[in-house]
């Protein structure tokens, strides 16, 4: 064999060999992040009635049935029903989560419904944040573009926090991660200024209150603390304790 052939074979190994790195690499990337950028629009839109329903199924009717219902269309968030206890339900995707950390590679997850009701507090200061990451999400801005703009909302646009904002999350109907079950817990949710958890005994040895991540600075600055509720908005019990 002579040099300048052996010279070429060794070349064409080289180059397989960083071809078949990069394809093992990205594949590993891609088992690591199954969600690294927004779907379809299509994939997060609902039917029109059935987005409504679910809406509603996050608080008990005696609460529901009067809330303004939201539901998401191709220009964003829409009122569908006019309430009139102030109370808001809508379905959350899952772009209002939290950009890093534990669930953060799921931010573009197609399949994701969270049905919430935010009582009249919580519709003043902290719907504002779904409403604004839907826009951002709509004008086509990525993730890290996403957690800017939202840094800039909370200096200029955000809302302050009302006291006694909190939400309802009981909807036996939430898909809230791709394990099993999908609908974790029925809960309560209670929106904070930024404080350490042990303030409310969160996250605790048998206490019931858990510091949800979904906010917590980065960049809104607010703590959102859940309590499980023990039974579903239809009045069904949720026994299970969350792991």
């Known amino acids: ?72 269309g191709p ?3 829409e009122t569908a029903v006019k309430g009139k206890n102030g109370f808001v339900c809508v379905v959350d995707r899952n772009w209002t989560g939290q950009f890093e950390g534990e669930g953060a590679d799921k931010f573009w997850n197609p399949r994701m419904r969270g049905p919430i009701c935010f009582n009249p507090p919580a519709a003043h ?10 826009e951002l999400v709509l004008a086509g801005q990525s993730k890290a573009q ?54 409310w005994g969160a996250d605790l040895s048998k206490s019931p209150v858990m510091l949800n991540p979904q906010f917590h600075g980065n960049p809104e600055p607010i703590d959102v603390f859940m309590i499980p509720a023990g039974w579903w908005s239809d009045g069904t019990p949720d026994p299970v304790k969350p792991d």
């Open 146 to 199: 996403i957690f800017e703009s939202m840094k800039t909302f909370v200096k200029q646009g955000l809302p302050p926090l009302e006291p006694g904002a909190m939400s309802y999350m009981m909807s036996k109907d939430q898909y809230l991660t791709d394990g099993s079950p999908h609908n974790w817990i029925a809960h309560l949710m209670f929106y904070t200024p930024l404080m350490d958890g042990p303030v």
């Open 1 to 72: 064999m002579n040099r300048k052939r052996f010279q070429g074979i060794v070349s064409l190994s080289f180059a397989l060999i960083l071809i078949l790195g990069a394809t093992w690499q990205a594949r590993a990337q891609d088992r690591q992040m199954p969600y690294p950028s927004m779907a379809p629009l299509e994939q997060y839109l609902m039917d029109r009635d059935a987005e409504i329903t679910m809406a509603r199924s996050a608080a008990p009717e005696a609460i529901s049935r009067d809330a303004d219902v939201l539901v998401l």
């Open 125 to 134: 200061s902290i719907l504002p944040i779904t409403i604004k990451r839907t």
């Open 75 to 77: 220009h964003g968030y």
